[in-house]
Every structure is written in structure tokens, then in C-alpha cells.
């Protein structure tokens, strides 16, 4: 069950953002985010547009807390536009859609993830690969939006966003809304190299490392009908994989064990991102296998050896994210399954800690931001 949602503390008088969109008929949010790399998370208004005809405008209840939030925030991956407010794992309700909206009403629980717009008219896009956009996609938050002015898009750490229709999803009741909201990043983020594999059941999948992301690849994976490994460095986390639902855990530092392993995996979804190398990793794969490479390591990752791929017929790949019909159908998966993330609910002055706790692991799997503790905006942004 999700817990209460408490008062709203105290917080510092909010900064305004300023854009260069007209803001006629906006509305005001309170949000957190970063004025800088080294600022945390702070007390922030941003200004709503009023929803335009395709738009939907949405009441956010929770809003997951992504590891790439901390990155975008603190400039490790490059300095983004500031003032910065992060989030890109939403659920809310509908409050107002514009006047060509027919697929979504006031009151509807739905949910946004990484993408609020892309071209549209590319390849990928009407193939419903949207975050492959060759023109480039537009992210929920730090991306400048060519059909709002130039504006740049702002995230999920606030208590009302505005999106296009064709980049909204329905988030089924059946789904508690708080655990729902990592379901928009890590759940999709695993779930579509294992459709893209066509996992089914019987097949055996690998799961490397038990974080945010593989604590989701286990579940999705064994609602699948999988064989599911868990290879991890650390013996502390073999009873959180086997209660995760893991058939099989496999301490990959061990050399015999993962000889053991030897042409036992179908798939592998990688979720490490930190250097290491993959090679062992190759080894446990059956003819025709493959491994996804989920994680982003920051620096260069050990070289693999091709003689691996080839005596065994290999794909060594990697996936991002989901496009919007294909995380539609995993959240409708998801709620038929029963599967969703294990999550910490935080409160806005929590946000900071959270960071510095995503960081070092310390976290049983995802945090979640309840948006009842952001204050009102006190102040118009006009200006």
C-alpha cells in the first residue's frame, strides 16, 4: 500500500523560471530542481502552458527517481540548461485536455515517461520507435521543445505538467500509482529487449546486477514464463534476487561458478553501469544467444572478444527505453501480472538525501517523489 501522503512542510520561498514562451493562459507549478551542478535540488515555479488542442493537462501524484536524474542535474553527462527540474517517470490524473482530445477525460489516471514529443514523420517514428527519432526526440525534462516556442521541457518533480496527447499513457487502476511510476523508465527500459528477444516461456534469461533496473528484469522476466538467473558480485544480495523471484543466483566473481553457468542463458540483460567485462558473461550463452547492455558506464569498457561471438553465433546489442505503443503494452502487462517496482516514497526535502543515496546503492529498489509534499507556488512568472 502506498503511504499517507503527508502535509506539506516548510520549505524555501521558491525560484522562478524564467522561459521564453508566452505564458498566456499558463498555470503555475510547484516543482524542485538544480540552478546549477553543484546547487541540489532547491524549490522551484515553472510555468504550464495552457493545454493546446492536442494536450493533456495532468495533476502529478508521483514521480519517480531515475539515476540518470542525478547525472542530468549535477552535469556529469554535460551542463544542462539551468535551472533544471528532473523527473521522467510520472503518474497523475487528468485535469484538463484540449478541444481535439478524445482519448482522454478529466479525472483518468496516466502516466509520462522519457519522451514528450519526437518528428513524428521519420522511419523510426512511424514504426512507433519513437525514442529513436532521427530528428531527435524530445525528453521530459532539459530538451528544448520546437513546438513550444523553444522552450526547454521541464520534469516530473512538480504538481502538474502538460503534454501532448500522442506521448500520454494510460496507467491501469489495477497498478498502486506510487510503485507504477518507475514502471515509465525501468520498466520499459527492460522490458523491451526482452519482447525484442521474444522471451517466452522456458526460455532462460540472465540478469546482470540487482538494481533499479534488474530488480525490474527479474520480475518482468519470470511474468514471461522465464528461467532467471541473477549474477551479481556481491553473496549479500543472493536472498533479495531469490525473493525477487530469481531461479538461479550466480556469484559471477567466481570463477568455477560461472563455469558452471557454461550455455545456460537464452538472453542476458545487462544493467551494470560501471566498466566490466563481459566476456564471462558471453561464455554462459547457448547458440544464438545475446546480450543487451543496458547500462551506460561513463568510461570505456573492457574489449570483447570476437572469437566469443562468433563460435556461438552472438548478438551483443543494446536498447533504449521504449517507444510509446510498446510502453503502453507494458504497463497493460505489468497490470495483468501483478508486476511493479519495490520502491522508497520520499518527500520534497528528502530529494537530496535520495540523491546521495542512489549513488552509493542504498536503496531497495527506486525512490519515489510524492508531489503532496511540494509547496504551492507562491509567486506568478510572469516575469
Known sequence: MTPGR????????????????????????????????????????????????????????????????????????????YPLVPGHEIVGRVTRVGGAVQDFAPGDRVGVGCLVDSCRECE?????????????????????DPRNGDSVTQGGYSTSVVVDRRFVLRVPDALDAAAAAPLLCAGITTYSPLRYFDVEEGDSVGVVGLGGLGHMAVKIAKAMGADVTVFTTSESKF?????????????????DAMEAANRSIDVIIDT??????????????????????????AEDMPPVSPGLLIRRRLAYAGSLIGGIEETQEMLDFCAEHGVVSDIEVVAAEQLNEAYDRMVAGDVKYRFVLDTATLQEPSERADA
Request: proline share 9%; charged share 20%; with cysteine.
Open 272 to 297: 551494470v553501469a560501471a566498466p566490466h567485462d563481459l566476456n564471462p558473461y558471453f561464455r554462459t550463452l547457448r547458440l544464438d544467444g545475446a546480450l543487451f547492455q543496458l547500462g551506460l558506464p
Open 6 to 81: 503527508p502535509v506539506p512542510p516548510p520549505l524555501a520561498k521558491p525560484i522562478t523560471l524564467d522561459t521564453s514562451e508566452s505564458r498566456t493562459g499558463s498555470t503555475l507549478a510547484a516543482a524542485y530542481g538544480a540552478t546549477s551542478p553543484d546547487s541540489g535540488l532547491v524549490p522551484l515555479t515553472v510555468a504550464r502552458r495552457a493545454p493546446k488542442e492536442d494536450d493533456v493537462e495532468i495533476a502529478i501524484e508521483f514521480c519517480g527517481l531515475c539515476h540518470s536524474d542525478v547525472h542530468a542535474t549535477r552535469g556529469e553527462w554535460r551542463v544542462p540548461p
Open 124 to 144: 523510426s517514428c512511424l514504426d512507433g520507435l519513437e525514442q529513436y527519432c532521427e530528428r531527435g526526440n524530445i525528453g521530459t525534462y532539459g530538451a528544448v
Open 239 to 255: 536472498d533479495a534476487a531469490r525473493a525477487l523471484g530469481a531461479d538461479h543466483v550466480v556469484l559471477s566473481k567466481d570463477a
